[in-house]
């Protein structure tokens, strides 16, 4: 059974950056592409980036247009650990983030594709 524990959240001011954590047990990420989605209140929860790999260990990253150039993904396989830095915050941003792990090639936009969810993280985002 995988189990994810995202970390890191909290109250962030507009214009400030903030580094989520999501540490997995269970299955090693190098067999898994990983993902984060967001969820705002009263909104549906949206795809954010998610980063995978193939055998050569290359990383191929993809991001919604909402995310590019503020933020980044990153993986520690020998922590077993993703991270999403946020940087240039806005107060649209807030929303409870989830990371999610995934078993294999897919779609990777989408929320269906991941099996494996964390609990989620809160970031509000003040103005």
């Known amino acids: 059974q995988v189990q994810l524990v995202e970390s890191g959240g909290g109250l962030v001011q507009a214009g400030g950056s903030l580094r989520l954590s999501c540490a997995a047990s269970?299955?090693?990420?190098?067999?898994?592409?990983m993902g984060w989605f967001r969820q705002a209140t009263g909104k549906e929860r949206e795809f954010v980036t998610s980063?995978?790999?193939?055998?050569?260990?290359?990383?191929?990253?993809y991001y919604a247009d909402h995310a590019k150039g503020r933020f980044t993904i990153s993986r520690d396989n020998a922590k077993n650990t993703v991270y999403l830095q946020m940087n240039s915050l806005k107060p649209e941003t807030t929303a409870v983030y989830y990371c999610?792990?995934?078993?294999?090639?897919?779609?990777?936009?989408?929320?269906?594709?991941?099996?494996?969810w964390g609990q989620g993280t809160q970031v509000p985002v003040s103005s």
């Open positions: 999610a792990a995934s078993p294999g090639i897919g779609n990777y936009y989408s929320a269906t594709h991941y099996e494996h």
């Open positions: 269970g299955r090693t990420l190098s067999s898994s592409a």
């Open positions: 980063i995978t790999w193939d055998p050569s260990r290359t990383d191929y990253r």
